[in-house]
Structures are given as structure tokens and as C-alpha cells.
């Protein structure tokens, strides 16, 4: 009998309990769980961990010191508020978000961001800017609680965008107290950061779970209760986990989208994630100087050979658009977008009549020999089909393509070096969705890059030097109009050469179920979801519109 | 007194059918075994005397071998006709075997104990102790020192010799009317054999049950059977008593046979040897098959299979030569 | 006896049991049987294939590798929406599926003869060396051929891509050093039984030389065991390029090969299903035929049946 | 006993130290992990400082000096992905690995040796072939086709069984038929051989005169003796499992070290490649040494010798 009265009591006690719960904690149910192609080294600490890693997993439990612009993409608002240039150009000054706090209690501080930068900066990060950081950060100084000011040792104009995700992982902000007080290792066990999300746990290989946080938050409120990251390498798979509901997102290429939709499953595109594009490699070097590649007409006529509304529609089954031009987007910086459209709408039409005809004029009248090396990042094996469409359309205007394919681990060392394997070449290549476009210029063009693609240091044609000199000139161009009649300037260089010619503006995709995760919109050119889980909702909340 | 006969063979027909032709082994062997009787079967290896035991247990060998003609009359009935599950119960019951080579008879992975307490349960239904009681008795009675901790062990722990009494125990264990012993001896050395036979003959004493006993060795027959058959290329050219086959042997095989053994007394000159080959058993001569290898022979040995001729009161010989009584 | 001699020890049957050997066991006694019928639907399907390598150009209706990206993914003519213009269908790019099968056979069969030539080859001279030899120079090449056990075939096949580039030539190689290894252990196996046979003492005793012994007493019986692995290994060979090329480093597009064309329609295997499960079904078919004709080979060989 | 296992160890070592240096050697020659670290638009600088960092400079013998040095006291360096000693990641996920074995072996085995036995009952027969062409099946399909096949026939389609991961008894479903009936032609194949050897031995014929029934002769005495060979398997097939469970940790989403050392091969994580292949190599030789000792309790002819 006695047995009997303490459960009743002990139930009363429960439901009572329950209804005493902060009533926002109510509306988050569930577990959101992620089905993704690979967790990257898996690590926890932001010094650790490579971009597309950083942008998966990490995205949610760090704030970045820079955020991004949710309508439109590219940077925007994140743990600054707002940010501002000294006149000089030589010193940026952030103002904080005021009430940001760690998970665990502790207030998030100008001090904490100054410890932040100069973590990535130090000797045990693994960050791929960390040498640039170095060469172009004099100091870090706290002017007060909710102010920073990083002096430059010349004027970096890229420097917020390189803060925030939507360029590199750099900005993440880590918890200085806590770190110093429990130690590095410690910190990499149980970490601690300032996003939506808490750190739950980190099975290797396997899957990382986190738990919402249960008080407001400036990036949204999450309306799940967890968010689970499983890895699952195989793409039949991921599908296959998505259709039985055991995941409720998961990332996809364009080959089982079909599949996908047939199934019911909802598709996302991620628009501007990034441009499948192919180059000439040392089209400068005397010793090609006659040959076919070394012709920007030629050049021209090879991108004229491409219908890439057809390589839009069949391969990537539609979700695709046309490009504009190299490695710019709607939301490039400093870029007049809408008159670069028109133009590489124009440019890049599909003419093979007029590329046979070129062809001739400029003496290949039954084609020529072209060697064509066809790579893809892991788990874009899309690029290889793309790789594969472009050479069969090559060969319908008399291009005798050969086709050697390289597994992308054994392609960057052809690159570097005297490029002996790769001159006189074309390649297919890809560029990430950015919104800083000169970055990924002085990448492929500068004749100290790796590429190369104008000339390198000691034969440096006046292409090559014009873009040299727009390029410092950018640099330090503090004027915002200034900056857009330079950017325009040396993105015409680029274009007209004709030697780095898009292909498509790319997409990120996800198959999505509906009965477990409500619609959401992501963020244009941010292929990793990792700042958009916060604001996805319940089906029951939001369900998708057919 | 007539003794009853426990094992009657008549006319038995074994043949291997292979895609090159037909073997005829065992080509219309007759003989019966009375109770208490030990008979010999004796021959050179590859007469057929092994098949025509496999034939009586119908254990032929898989690939080819069939019993196609005669009868096996165990006991009245002829077990040819036997369904298999009515054979099952037949063997180790009512007829049993005992083999040649003790090392590969028993099982290695089972314990004697084990190997024993199959072939007794056989017979009744018993709970395990008295199972285990009886097996060690059967230990005791082939005369194995310490069966209790025996039982236990496995048969690479023992030697030849122990080993063919454990097959021994097996085989009686189901007191059967008839035992095939198939050379049984013939891998034990001389010393353990003598004990083997006295063993043998010790046990057919206590149980009364007939013995069909197949060797080569001439001198083994002298010391251990009452009667004894002559096999020759799929055939019994002669038999009867051991005196009588000894004394005066009918047939000229059986006659170069004994001369072949040799003698303990007297002077050793070399050893008197058969020329020739057995006829190929796939296609034999039409006349007495021992006729190409025979001093005696005559044309028409040549042409017709001799009849048989009878000698004494049980003595039988299968040669035109034959002196007849 | 020590526990190595058993017959039945690990090492010793690792010796005479590799995986390859595992798929043809121990010799059988004696005893009359009837030797299997010859296994003539297994055969048919070899040859069929075979046939279809030889004479790829004059059977395949298309070219293999040419798009016609307006009709992707046609189901086989006999389905629903399957055209008759493409009797097994079209896959992602347009390119028919049928012909495509047809250029496959002919790829995964050079493979398969390049690649068992070469390291059957090498594994023979090894098996037949070590055996013979013994002493260290077995101990050394028989931990060599540990070694290459326990290596992953991928990182051979990577390596050579980079070297090389992905192709058939990097396929082949990276393929055979793995078949050497399994040929090493079981001809080793043999050549040791035969090394303590009368034949091979009377040959060193007329004076013979040892690799006039090894070329002209051990090679010839060694043959037969040499023949039945490579038709037991064809199936290995199918199946590890099929592999590779799943993971990536087997020969690239737009090659036709078997394994590729599973591995690039495996993403389809909802709504295009035919584009991943034909080719698999090809490799089953060719495999089990090839092994069941191992088999039958095998047991047809063996000296001790064949002279019943 | 000793000196058998004393010899067996020493072999073991000398295999390791060659494994050890070809694959220190070989690995370097694919390329460098930091190409696959690196954004693609990385500036040179960024790429030597990276290199610094993760100690891949230097001439490449003393970067295997400091490697032999380091092994010699079990510290087989950090993995670079990873970012953990390259052992813990190994251990981390070596027991994902291992539990599939056992019940991939238990199927080959509930399937071969049943099979091997009707093959041999029925030898050159209509049952020999057909159980041969069963057992085969299973070696003539690719893995990874019939991963995809399962998972989409039972578990999208029929939505029975999960479709991938790591997870309750239902996980382990399909993973394993796909690894088992690759064992299966292997099992069914010794075990007939085995069979036959058996079935022609003397003690057979005494088993069959005691007057047992066929299947007591068959089932009990001969399968007894055929389970040895099958047994000295368990060695083999282990070892080759561990090697060859890359495709199947793939499709399912296993997180073991099949796909550990591709992920290791792929990205170029030197010190991690060498870990998992040293101490696969390891694994693999104490099976087959503990294969051949749990031998002597199967055989009794070699327990007490």
C-alpha cells in the first residue's frame, strides 16, 4: 500500500515540475539530424578544423566575429555589430554585440575576440590563413568591453569578409577565460563557444550531437531540441536514410536529385555556392607560343562550342544557372553585377557555327589536338561528368579531346613547380562561392600564385602587368565607387582573355523530409548549412508549400 | 548332429559399373557359416574378399558398386531384400565387422567412451550410468588393463593393439550372430596378433557366434578357422576343412598357395612364387580363370568353367583335376 | 610434431589454404566417382562474353562513350518509356547501356588477362623459387608475401594514379601486385610437396642444375595447379577493378567498364535502378561462370581423379 | 608450444618492420596531405607554413629517423586530420570493425558448411553443382552493388531494416549478408573437400556397421572431423575482412577502420596510415597465432601431444 502513495506522489511532483519549465523550452522538440558527406578532421576546436568543416559542424556552436547578410548572402551583421576603416585604412574597429554570452554563463568580451584572433594566428593553428593573418596583422587592441581595433601593417580592405564565414573560418570566437582556465585539451573534450547550439557529444567517424540553447539568440532560437551530424560517405545512402526518415536533411549531388524528387523528397538548392569552370595552364610560355591554346580566339571558340544549357538541364537536371563571370556572383562586393550579366549572357551563349567558323579563320579548319585533364574535389563528382559533357561538345566542332582523368590529391602537385605536365592544357577547375572577388583573382592570376594563369614573375605580358597594377591599386582603394571601376576593370582583363571561362554557377543541394523538417531558405553562396540550422523549423510550424 | 547354418550365401554378384565397363569383383561366390563355426576367406588382395564382406553388411563404396545378383540368407531371411532402415537394425545387431587398420577404425574426435556408448545404446535405451557401466565392462572383457580411466581418452592415446580390442568390444557389443572379421590382425604386429586371435576365439567360445575371418596369411587360417574357402579372381575355387585343404589341397591355386608359405622347420631354400597375373577383371577369360597361371592346364580348361567337383564329405574344389571321391 | 607440421595448422594451411587457394580445396582421395558433366551453361556464358569483347566494334550499336543528352536514362526497351532504339536503355548521359556492356566485357577482360599474366606470372616464379630454394630466401619472400596481404589494394592503385595517372596500365599493376602474393603461397605449396618427390632427387643426381630442375621437372607439374587459379582468380580480377573503380581509383570516365558503370549508377539506384543493376548482374554472371568452370576444371585436373 | 610461438613472434616482427618502411615510404610518393587542406586559391606561403606545422618538412630519411625513433616507443605519431594520436583513432574504431566479424563469419558459416555437406553427399551430382552455384553467389557479386541493393530493396522500398549507421541489432542486418555471403563460397568449398576426405575413412565405415542412422554418420562423426579445416578459416577470412571491409563500412556508413584507412589514403594522413596498417598487420598475425592455438583445443590429437 505504501508503495502505492509515494509513485502517485512522486508523479504529482513530476507534473507539476514540468509545467514550471520555462515555457519557451516547450516549443523545442525533436532532434534534427544531418546527414552529411564527411565530417572533416571531426575536431571541435576552430584552430583544427579546414573551412568546409568549419562551416559544417562548428558553424553551429561559434559565433563568428563576422556574420553574413541572410537575404541576400555574402557578410553581413555577427558578433560585430558594425565595423569601420580608419581614415588612414591602416586600422579596423569593431563594436560588439552587446548581452553575447558563452554556454557556460560567462560574458562574451572584446578580450575573448583579441584572444580569438591571435589563437588562430599562433604557433599550434592549423588555419589556412593563419601565415597571411601574420604578415598583415600588426596588433590586436581592447579599446573597451565592446570595441576592437586591429591595426594592419598596410590597408587590408578584405579584412571583415575574411572574419566572417562566408570567406574563411577565421573569425570564430573562442572562449578565453574558459580556455585559460581548463587548458587547451580540456577544451577540445568539453568545448565551449557562444552559438545556438551547446557541444553534446563527438563520436569519431561516426556522428556529433548538439543541444539547443534555451534563451534567445541573434542568429534565431532553434526550434528543435537537438541537432545531430551523422556522417554517411555513401550518396545512395544519405538518400536512401532521408526517404526512411532516419535523417531529415542530407547533401546530395545532382546525379541522385532525380531520385530524390521522384521519391518526394523535398530538393533545396543552395543558389551561388560556387562556378565549375576550365582554364588553359601556361598559355604565356614561349614554347606554346603557336600553338592553338595560345589564341584568345581559339579560347573564345572552345566556350561558343559549350551549350551549357544543355550541361544545366542534363546534368545537373536543371538546378543550375548561367554564370557570370569569373568567380563573381550576385553578391560579389564592390561589383556592378547586373552589367556583368547581360555581358556573360551574351559571351557565353552557345554558337557552334560561329566557333567552327573562328576555328577556321584562325587556321584549324578540321580542329587540333587538345589535352584535357578532368578533376573533381571529393564529393563533386559532378565536375567529372560536367568534365565529360564539355569534351564531347568540344569534339562535335572537330576538337580531337584526350581525356585524362586525376584524382584531386594528385592534381595540386602538377600545378606547382615549372607545370611541365599541365602547359598547354585545359583543366577543368572550380572556384567557391565568394563574396571578395579580387582574393580568388590574385589566386589564379598573380605571377607569385600558384597558377600562374597571365605569367609568371619573369615573363609578365602587359595583360599580365595591367592586371598587377589594378590589382595594388584595389588594394588600397578606400573609395567604394573607386573599388567598383577597378573590380569591373579587372574582372574585363580576366574575361576577355578567355583563358579561366565558367561554365555554370553551381548549386548546393539537399534532399529534404518534409514530414521532418519545416521549409527554410538558405543562405545564397553558403553551400555548408552550418549558420542556418538555428531558424529551421518543425514541419508542424512551417510545412513546405507545394 | 547337424549345426545349424546362421549364414547361407548363394550365388552372390557384386559389380563395379564405371564408364570405362564393368568390374565384375565378386562373380557368383557361394559358402555357408554355421554357429559357433570360424570360416577363412582367404586370397590374394584384390580376389574380392573385402567386397564380398561389404556385400553381406551391403556397406558398398560409393561410385559404381552394386550387388545385382544372389542371395544372403542371415537367419533364414535374405537380407538383400532388406529396406535400408531394416538393414540399419540388422547391423551390429544380428551381424557385425570388425576392420584392418585399428589407427583410421575409430573416430579421433570422440573419446573411446563415446565411440562405445553409441554402439551400446543401440541395443536398449539406458540412462547414462549404466550406459557407461556396461561400456566399461565391454573394456574389461576385451581385456584392456584399467578400463575406468580408458573410457576417458582418446584413441591416438592407445596403441594398435589396444585400439583393434576397442573396435572388437564395438563390434560384439550388440552380440551379434555373425562377425566379419576383415583382416583384422594384419596391422598389428605378430605378438599383439597371437593375443588378438586367442581373444577372438576366447569371445566366439563365451557368445557361440560364427566368424567370417578374411586374411591372406595362411599361417593365421592353420591357427584360427574350423573351415576355410579359397577366392580367386572374383571366385571360390575350393573349400573346406582346414585339415583337408592342408593335407591334400584339390585345387592347383590353393596347392601353390600353401607351397608359398614358408616353412618354419626345414631348409629355406628361395621362396616358391605364382608367374603370371590375375586376369583383368573387367574382361575374364571364359574357362577357369586361374588357367593362364595353372601348370595342369589343358584345353579344356581353357574353354569351360570347371564344375564343382566334390572331394571329400565337405571338401569341394572347383578343377577339372580335381580327384573326386 | 611440431605445431607448424600439422597438416592441419594455420601456417600450414596458410600455406597450402590461401584465401585464392581456400577456393579450391584439398585434393580428394581416391575412390570411384563419376567426374562432374561438363558444366555447359557456365561455359556458354564465357564464351558469350568473350565473343562480345572480341568483336566489340562490329556488336555494340552505338559508340559507347557518345551523348545524346535529350534521351537519358530510357528504361530497357521492354519497360515502360524504354525505346527500342536502346534495348537495355540509356544511362545519365545518354550513352546505351547495351553497348556500353559490350566495350566493358572487352576492358574487364584485358584486365583480367593482363593483370593475371603479370602477377600470375610473378607469383609463380616466386611460388616456384621459394619452394624449391627454401631456406632464407623462402622465409624472406614468404613474409614479402605476408606483407603484401596485409596491404590495402587501394593505396597501391592510388599511388600508381599519381605517378602515373589513373588508366588501364595503373589498374593492371596495382591488381597484379595483388594477385602475386596468393599465387606465391599455393604454387610454394606445391612445389614444396614436389620437391621431396623421387623424380625431382633423380634429376639432381644426373647432375641437372637447379634452375634447369625448376624450369624443366617443377613448372610442368606445376601447371595444371597454375591454370585452375587463373580461372578461379578472373572472378578476383572482375570484382577488385569493379571495387576500385567504386572507391575511385580504378580506370576513370568515360571509359566503359563494368564496375565504373555500377559505380555511376549506383546515385540512380531509385529511379533509374537498370543503370547499376545490369552491369552488376553481367559481373555476377561472368564470375560464377568462370569459378563453377574453375571448378569443373579442378577437379578434371587433379592427377589422382583424372586416372580413373 | 614455447619455441613454436617464439618463432611465429619473431616472423611477426621482421613483417612489421618491412610493412612499417614500405608504407612510411610508399604513402610520401602519393602526394602531400596539405594540398587537400589548403582552400584552392592558398597563397605559397600559407602552403610552407602549413607544412612547417605539421612537421612534413625536412629531407624525408630524417623524417623517418625521427619516425623509427618514435615507433620504437609505441607513439606512432598524430594523425594530421584527425588531430589525435594516430593509435587512439585506430582504437577508437577498431571495435566497429571487429563486432561485425563474428556474425559475418557465424552466416558464411550457417550457410557454407550445410551447403558443403549436401555438395559432398551428392558429389558431381544435380545437388553438388546446384549448391555449388549458391555458394559461389556469393564471391560473384561485388559488395558494394549488393550493399546498394539491399539497402534499397529492404530498407528504402520495404522500409524494414535501417539503411545505414552504426546502431541497434537492426543495423547490423544488412551489413552483414553482405559480408557474410562473400565468406560462404570459401566455407562451403573446404567443407565439401573436407567432407569428402572424411567420408572415405575407415572410422565412417565402423560408424555405419554399429548400424547408426545415416544422419548421426554424417551429421555427427564427419562434420566433427570437417569443422577443423573450417576452423584454420576463421584465420584467413578474419584477416581478409579487416582489409576488405573498406567497401561495406562505405555504403553503410560503418564507421570502422576499413574506412579509416581509406579516408587515410585519400586525405594522405601519413602517421595515420602508418598506424592503421602497422597495427592491422599486428591484429591480423596475433589472429592467426590465436586461431592456431584455440586449434589444438578443436583436434584433440594435438591438445595433449
Redesign the interface.
Known sequence: MLRHIVTTAALAVALVAAAMAPAQAQDQKGTLVFAVESLGAQTLDPILEGRPGNAVYQAAMYDSLVGFDFAKGGVGPGVAERWELSPDGLAWTFYLRPGQTFHNGDKLTAHDVKFSLERQMGPGSLAAAAATMRRTIKNIEVVDDLTVKVRTTSPQIGLPAGLSRAVAPEGAIMPKTYIEKVGEEEFRKKPIGSGPWKFVRNVPGDRIEFTAVTTPHWRGRPHFKDLHFLLVPEESTRVAMVRTGEAGIASIGPETMLGASRAGLEVLSVPGTMQAIFQFYGTWRPEVKDSPVAKVRVRQALSLAIDRKQVIEHVMNGKARMPHPFATFGYTDFFSAERWKKWADEAYRYDPVLAKKILAEEGYPNGFELKFANTALPGTQFMIDIGTAIADMWTKIGVKVTLKHYEWGSFPPLERGDQAQLIGWASMYRTAGRPDAPWRYNGGFSPESTQRLFGDKDNCNETCQEFVKTYRALGSELDRTKRTVLTDKMVELVSNSWIVVPILEGMGYYAINTKKVGQFAPIAGRHELGDVFERIPRPEQKPWKK | MTVETVLEVRDLHTHFFLRRGVVKAVDGVSFSLRRGEVLGLVGESGCGKSLTALSLMRLLPKGGARTIKGEVRLGGENILECTPAEMREIRGRRISMVLQDPQTSLNPVFTVGDQLREAIQRRKRAPRAAVMEEAVAALRRVEIAAPEQRIGQYPHQMSGGMKQRVVGAIAISGEPGVLIADEPTTALDVTIQLQYLKLLKRLQAETGMAILFITHDFGVVGRMCDRVAVMYAGRIVECGPVRQIFEAPQHPYTRALIASVPKMTGPVGRLATIEGQPPSLMDLPAGCRFASRCALVEQRCLDVYPGTVRVGEEHTADCWKAASS | ????E?P????A??RR???WR???????????????RV?WIPIAIISVIVVMALFAPLLAPYSP???T??D??LPPAWMAGGSDKYFLGTD???RDILSRLIYGARVSLIVALLALTAGGGIGLVVGIVSGYVGGAVD?VLM??V??A????A??FA??L???M???LGTLVIAISLLLWASFARVIRGEVLSLRQRDFVALARVRGCSAPRIMLTHILPNVLNTFMVLVTLNI?VVI?AE??LS????GI???TPTW?LM???G????????WV??IP?IA??????SV??FG?WLRDRLDPRLRQ? | MKRYIARRLMQGAILLCMVATIVFFLGRLTGNPVDLMLPEDATPEDRTALIQTLGLDGPILDQFAIFVGKAVHGDLGMSIRMKQPAVEAFFDRLPNTLVLIPWAILLGMMLGIPLGVVAALNRGGMLDRAAGTVAVLGVAMPSFWLGVLLIFVFSVELGWLPSGRMGGPSHYVLPVITLGTFLVAGFMRITRSAMLEVMESEFVKLARIKGLSEAVVIWKHCLRNALIPVLTLWGVFVGNLITGAIVTETVFAWPGIGRLTYEAVIYRDFPLLQAVIILKSILILSINLGVDILYAYVDPRIRLA
Open positions: 610434431m611440431a605445431l607448424a600439422r592441419h595448422s594455420t601456417d594451411v596458410a589454404l590461401s584465401l581456400l577456393v579450391w580445396p584439398a585434393r580428394v582421395p581416391g575412390g570411384f566417382r563419376r567426374t562432374a558444366p562513350i557518345d551523348q543528352l535529350r537519358k536514362l545519365a548521359f545518354g622465409s613474409r614479402l605476408d606483407a596481404f596485409t596491404f590495402p587501394i593505396l592510388l599511388l594514379a599519381v605517378t595517372g589513373q588508366g572472378g570484382i569493379a571495387t567504386f572507391l575511385g581509383a576513370p570516365p568515360p564496375g555500377i559505380s555511376e549506383r546515385g540512380r539506384i531509385a529511379d533509374a535502378w547499376a543493376l552488376g559481373i555476377t554472371l561472368m564470375v560464377l569459378n563453377l571448378d580413373l
